[in-house]
C-alpha cells in the first residue's frame, strides 16, 4: 500500500529543537518532490516547505524561513524537518506529503496521517 | 487570514448538489496558476480530489468536479452522502509570496 509515514513528533519547550522523519512504504523517495504541510489546532492547511526531487532546490514558508530546514536521505528512502528556535505558534499537526507536480505548480497526491508537534513551556 | 477565501462551512441534505468557492487574486489563481481541491477528516491524510483544475484521480467519484474562471475556482459535490462529511480545502500559487497556499478550509455538513 502507497502511504507516507511521519515520527519525530512529541511537546518541546518554545527555544528548542526538534526533528521530524518521513518514511514512505510502497515507493521510494528517489526522483520525487516531497513538502512539508502543518494544521495549527482549529485552523486550516499551512504549506511549510518543499525539497525538489534531486535535492538541489528547497523552498519554506516565510513563518519558518531561517528555522526550519527541509532535507533528504535517499540511501534511507527518508525524509526530514529539522526544526529549530521552536515557537508556540509553531504547535501543530505536521504532515508529509508527496509532490505530483513540479514547482512552482506543486501538488499533493499522498498525504502521510501526521505528527503531533507541541511546543509549550 | 488565508490568501484564497472559502466559505467556512456549507451543508445540503443527502442526494443534493452543494458548490465550495476559492477565491484568489491576481497573485495566484488570477496569474494562471493552478487550482487544487482537498478533502480532509481529521485524525486521516488529507485525500487529493481535483488536480490541475478540473482533473479527478482514479478512484475519486465523478460526483466531484471542479472548475475556474479568472480569480476563482469551484468544487461541486452532487448526489451528496453522509460519508462526504468533511473538511474542503482549495490549493495554488501565489507568486507575491513565492509559496504554495491553501483557503482556509470549508467544512461540508450532510444534514
Known amino acids: 500500500q502507497v502511504q507516507l509515514v511521519e515520527s519525530g513528533g512529541g511537546v518541546v519547550q518554545p527555544g528548542r529543537s526538534l526533528r521530524l522523519s518521513c518514511a514512505p512504504s510502497?515507493?521510494?523517495?528517489?526522483?520525487?518532490?516531497f513538502h512539508w504541510v502543518r494544521q495549527a489546532p482549529g485552523k486550516g492547511l499551512e504549506w511549510v516547505a518543499v525539497i525538489w526531487y534531486d535535492g538541489s532546490e528547497r523552498h519554506y514558508a516565510d513563518s519558518v524561513k531561517g528555522r526550519f530546514t527541509i532535507s533528504r536521505d535517499d540511501s534511507k528512502n527518508t525524509l526530514y524537518l529539522l526544526m529549530t528556535s521552536l515557537r508556540v505558534e509553531d504547535t501543530a499537526v505536521y504532515y508529509c506529503?508527496?509532490?505530483?507536480?513540479?514547482?512552482?505548480?506543486?501538488?499533493?497526491?499522498?498525504w502521510g496521517r501526521g505528527a503531533t508537534v507541541t511546543v509549550s513551556s | 487570514q488565508s490568501v484564497l477565501t472559502q466559505p467556512p462551512s456549507v451543508s445540503g441534505a443527502p442526494g443534493q448538489r452543494v458548490t465550495i468557492s476559492c477565491t484568489g487574486d491576481s497573485s495566484n489563481i488570477g496569474a494562471g496558476y493552478d487550482v487544487y481541491w482537498y478533502q480532509h477528516l481529521p485524525g486521516t491524510a488529507p485525500k487529493l480530489l481535483i488536480y490541475l483544475n478540473t482533473n479527478r484521480p482514479s478512484g475519486v467519484p465523478d460526483r466531484f468536479s471542479g472548475s475556474k474562471s479568472g480569480t476563482s475556482a469551484s468544487l461541486a459535490i452532487t448526489g451528496l452522502q453522509a460519508e462526504d462529511e468533511a473538511d474542503y480545502y482549495c490549493?495554488?500559487?501565489?507568486?507575491?509570496?513565492?509559496?504554495?497556499?491553501f483557503g482556509g478550509g470549508t467544512k461540508l455538513t450532510v444534514l
Open positions: 490549493q495554488s500559487y501565489d507568486t507575491s509570496l513565492s509559496a504554495v497556499v
Open positions: 506529503a508527496r509532490d505530483a507536480g513540479r514547482w512552482p505548480g506543486a501538488y499533493f497526491d499522498r
Open positions: 510502497g515507493f521510494t523517495v528517489r526522483g520525487l518532490g
